[in-house]
């Protein structure tokens, strides 16, 4: 069984800073693109960045110059620092990766469970 699980998010004042982690771990051969995920109250799940296995990197606009995503291969892990925080990120936020299996050539997606980041004074 492979899970993701998300831990860092939290209550911080705008202009704050907050660090996501999503450690993926169980039956891993390979993983491929890794991304984080928002959905806010009412509106529909967003990509806010993601990064290959080489280490490529994209952001939605609204993000790019605040947001850095990166990851640790040998840690199973990606990262989401959030700097210059705004009440417009209040949002869950999900982990995202593609995971092949051992002994498999397949990649499937898996979602961790979401964590809630509220940006509020």
């Known amino acids: 069984q492979v899970q993701l699980v998300e831990s860092g998010g939290g209550l911080v004042q705008p202009g704050g800073s907050l660090r996501l982690s999503c450690a993926a771990s169980?039956?891993?051969?390979?993983?491929?693109?890794m991304n984080w995920y928002r959905q806010a109250p009412g509106k529909q799940r967003e990509l806010v960045a993601g990064?290959?296995?080489?280490?490529?990197?994209n952001y939605v606009d609204s993000v790019k110059g605040r947001f850095t995503i990166s990851r640790d291969n040998a840690k199973n892990t990606v990262y989401l620092q959030m700097n210059s925080l705004k009440p417009e990120d209040t949002a869950v936020y999900y982990c995202?990766?593609?995971?092949?299996?051992?002994?498999?050539?397949?990649?499937?997606?898996?979602w961790g469970q979401g964590t809630q980041v509220t940006v509020s004074s």
């Open positions: 995202n990766a593609f995971i092949r299996r051992y002994y498999s050539s397949l990649y499937s997606e898996y």
């Open positions: 169980g039956n891993i051969g390979g993983i491929n693109g």
């Open positions: 990064i290959t296995s080489r280490g490529i990197t």
